[in-house]
Structures are given as C-alpha cells and as structure tokens.
C-alpha cells in the first residue's frame, strides 16, 4: 500500500515539474504594458491589434529573458477616448494615470492618441518616470522637440513612428513626382480642426509654397463635419489640381465620395486621411476612393518587400485579426513591443532608467527599415531606404487594392489621376 | 448658385434631423435625449436585415422604420411615462436610454467603416454650374414632400388632430376625452420613426457611425431651440435659418465657423428671445 502511494505521489510529482517547466515564463511576473489607446478609432484599434499580436508572438517563444529569468507580457487597454468630438484631454490623461496607478504598468506603449492629450500626458510620464513608446496617430513635432528641450524631464518618451515634418518631406516628395509627370502646380489644403491637422497643414502650405506651389486656399472642417461640398467647390474654383487632406474623423469618406460625385479636377492626396488607410476603404466609398492617395506613415501597413520582415509581419497580422494591416499604428505598434523586449534583455532590467540607455541605443532592422531613435529628442530617425532608417509609406488606391507609389526604394506602382483630369 | 442649392440641401437635413424631436417634445414635452441614439440605430438595423439577414432594401428600411417606432413606443410606455413631468428627471433618464444604446453599438462592435447604406440612385447632375449627386436632390423632395404629409397628418387626421389638440392645451384635450399618455405613447414612436426616417436618408450619404448620434443630438437641439421648443413649424424655420447661415459662414468665413454658428445662434436666442421664434405658448408663460 505504502509502495503504491510512493508510486502516485511521484508520478503527480513528476507531472507537476514537467507541466511547470514548460510554462516557467509564464510562472514569472508579467511585464505589463500599459496601452492608453482611443479603441473606437483606427489609430486606436491597429495599434491594440499590432501590440497584442506581438505580445503573443514573444509569449509564444518564451517571453522577455530580464536578468536570467523569462518574463512574459501581459497587456493592459484603456479607451482614452480622445479621437471622439467633445472628448476633453482630461479622459486621457486618467486613462494613463489609471494604467499606471490601476493597472500597474511597467510601461506605456500606443498612446494617448491624440497629439493634444500626448502632450499633456508627458508630465504625467515624467512624474511616474514611466517609460513610454507612442505607436499612433500623434504626430505633432512638438512631441520630440518637447524631450530635446527638457532632457532631463521628458526622457522617457519616445516615439517609434513617423511625424509631421517628415510626412511633409515625403509629400513634397511626391509632389514634385506629379509635377515633373502630369505638370501638377495647384494645391487646395483641407484640414480638420485638431492639432496636429492644423499644423501640418500650415507646414506644407508654407514649405509648398516656397518652392514654387500656388497654395489655392485652406479649408478647416470641425471634427464630425458630414459635407464637403462647398469646400470642394472652392477647390474646383479655384482651378486646384491637388486636394491635400489631413483628417483622421471617420467621416473623410464623405469627401471622397462627394469629391467623386462631383468629379472635382484634383487629386486627393491625404497625408492623414484615416478612412483611405484602410482595407475596408474601397467598399465604404463603393470604388469612389480611386485614385486617392494617402500616407500611412511607415511601412508595413500597406503590403510591400520594405524588409524580409515586412510581409511576415502584414501576413501574421492578417492571419490573426483577419483583415489587412490597416493604417497608421500598426506596423509601429508591433514593431514598438519588440523594440522594447530587445532594449528590456540587453538592460537586464525594467528599471525606467537604464531601459531609456538601452533604447537609445537601439539598432534593430524591423519592419519598416532600421530603427533607431534620436538619442537626444527620442523620435525614430526617418529615411528613403529601409536599410538606413524608418521608411514611411505613400499609397494610392487603384483598382480595389491599394498601392505603394512611394518612396522608390519600396514602390509597387506609379501614381495615376483620374479619368476627368487627364488633359 | 451654390449658396442657393447646398443652403437647401443643408437646411433639409437639419429638418430631417430634427422633426423627430420637435414632434416629441411639442406634444409630450418630453424632450427626448434619446433622438441621436434612435436615427444611429435605425441604421444599424437596415444594414443588419440588408447584410446580415439579405432583405431587400426597401423592405429593410419599412422593417426597421417599423422597428424604431416599436422601440421608441416602448421606451416611453417603460420609462418615460414614471418621469414625465419632471423636466430633470426626463433629460437624464432619455439621455440615459441614448448613453447606453451608442455606447452599447460601439461595444458591440459596430465601429469603422464597415457600416454604410447605399444611395437610393447613383451620379450627379450639375444645375447650373454646381455639381449635385441624385441622393442630396431626392433628399430635399423626400424632406420637403414629409413636412407637407405632417401638415396635412396635423390638420386632417382624427389622430394629427387630437396629437394638436394635446401640444395645444393637455387639459383641454383631456376634458374631451383624448387620452394624453397614449398620444404621447404615439408622439415618441412617430418621433423615433422620423429620427429614423432622416437616418435612412442622410446616412447613405457617408457611413454609420456612432459618433453621428451625438452630432444629430446637437443640431436637433440647436434647431429646436431657435425654431421654439415644442413648435414643428418653427423648427423648419431654424433648420432653414441655421442651415443658410452654416453654408454662408463655409462660404465668407470658413468651414471651421459652421458649428460654431449654430452654438451662437442658440446664444443669441437665449439671450434676445428665449422662448424661441414660434414657442408662444412658453413665451406667454415668460410673461405671466
């Protein structure tokens, strides 16, 4: 009797070990990474999409190795809200507090979304010295410029995707590709009225103009506007061969589909224009989104072979969400947990400190090229070729697909006008 | 020309937008915080019998009118009736309703740009020089041909008859025997029914989002409180005076003015007449 219990006791023993072995990362403490994320938009949803797929990634190959021992992640979302109308920046700010205070949060990763309530969160950050990789839709580059200003202060954020005067440069960029081919010189600037619209629009109508563009006039549409009409009208008065857009509202689509009913002689061209971004677009304007062009500011949220990781990453993503790697954030929120699990094992601790030392120096060719950041203002540091830096990535929708035009290092396609503006 | 033409086409809108509400509140004086949550639903609902259940799209939008008139009948047989009369304690328990069916659509999912309707007939025309698409025209006849059916509904009917007889004097229409819950009752399910009505016709126009509801629930107000609270025919007039005004700020001031014209003619009206330009009977209580 007495042999026989021997015999249970360590065949469960046995069972114990080998079950607990295979799941010790998972025994560990998580490393929980706070995500402040505006879950009813695009910039919001992506990003929680790219960071959760990249979390179960690295979860699946064991999880972060931290001073010898593996640690999983565990994730942590709050709505913060702040793409909606009327949505004060305060909800924002008690949604990264919670995630710190609440949630206990190791890190931040994604938001705030909204260029206003990211920096007004920098305090915060600052404060709780939380280290913190914004993935989304702020662009503003008073973000980066903020942390060169006051090092010291601010130098836990950083901001692993592109921003305002970057997707200005690349927009130029294009421009003078539509100039030289189709003899484009007239450009109509639409903005919706938030921060980082605003002043990207006021950047590229400045350095457009500078160079030789004849900016025919700037329309600011509150947040929620449902007509268009009568700015596209200005346009077409005003013989506009460009329609720059910066909107992230969902209700952008209503301008390309009036600008198609109306058949105004101008290309659109969204710089952020969240609606075109998308897969889905095609269906939501019934086809009248052909031709447009919109950034979504890195690679990897529109298919191409930027890197050999590129199209691993937009195949997995479509494997596990089942739809296509949809705008900005998600290529850049993926690419941010993995920048962090390398920056986390060669610190060999999460402490905010010396993960900051570590992720400056990072050097890691990712989705959309080499990431590196800036070590003295925290931004990714942009480039044309994926081998030198982070690529953006300008698309125009032909033929129910959208296609990379630009930059050439990674292009698919060349850019085309619609059928009622070739001359 | 294009002042003219999208100055109609705008101030139809705002009818469609707000008749629901107007129609309520006149003869209920409940003011029904739930108007935007019912014109997003309506919309969730054709386009689940359109896509999800493949109906026919004439029968989806009956379906869901019918629909929306049973759910807002039932809100007020279920909620509204134990607060009525109690201003504070209708705002927030049909604010309340509003609340939970947007945000209970966004939780469910119903986010993106997955949710459109399609327009009634594709392309455009141009009149004159400015381009129209056929939606926006069939919306102004749609908008202009339903203030005409209300009118004649209110002045010919045994029913439009005794709902005016209700928002005229209560007590009075009681004495000759109208029973003032069930038209009330009615009032809320013909009001949800022309939120969803202005849903079905606005929204092919873009896509169903939820956010639509509170922007829907703004400008109602705002139409409602120019025209006079409780007056259908002085909201037609707002809608037509906020309508004009936004497309003339676009046009002279910036597009960024046109909320922001609304908000101010609320002000204004406030402040130089509160009762609004047709409510006389709230304004006769200003006097007393």
Redesign the interface.
Known sequence: MKAKFFKTFLFLAAAFLIIMSGTNAMAEKPIVLGCPLST???YG?DAERGIKLAVDEINANGGVTVGGEKRPFAVEVIDTRDL???VPVSEALLAVEKLILGKNADFIVGGPVRSEAALAAMSLLSKYKKVSILTTGVLTPKYHAMVAQNYDKFKYCFRIHGEAKQLVGEILSCFEDLKTKYGLNRVFIIVQ?VSHARGGGEVLGKIAAKKGWTITGT????T????F???L??ARKAKSEIINIWMDM??S??LL??WY???IPALPFGSTLA?AE?P??W??T?GKGEYCLCSVVNAGNAPSEATPWTMKFYDAYTKKWGVEPEGLGSSSSYMAVYVLKDAIERAGTIDSDKVVAALEKTDLMGVYGRIRFDPKNHQVIPALDPKEGAVGTILQWQDEKRVVVFPKSIATGEIKLPPWMNK | MEILIYGIINSIALVLMSLGFALVYGISRVPNFAHGALYVITAFITWSLLNTLGLNYFLSIVLSLIAIGVIGALIYQFVLIRVRGMAISEIIASYAIGLAILEGLRWGGFKGLSYRLPVFIEGSVNIGDVPVDYHRLLTVVVGIALVAFIWGFTHYTKLGLALRGIAQDERAAMMLGIDSDRMALVAMAGGAMLAGLGAILLLPLGNIVVESGYNVLTMAIAVCIIGGLGSWMGAVLAAFIIGFAQILSVVYLGSHYQMVVALLAIILTLILKPSGLFGRQKELEERV
Do not use: H, R
């Not at chain 1, 329309?219 to 509150?222: A, G, I, S």
């Not at chain 1, 929620?224 to 007509?227: K, V």
């Open positions: 009813a938009f695009l949803w909606e109308p009327g009225d329309e600011v549409y509150p929620g506007t449902t007509d009409s009568m700015g009208l200005k969902p209700e689509s209503i589909k009036q009913d109306m058949k609606a998308q889905g677009f269906k939501a019934e």
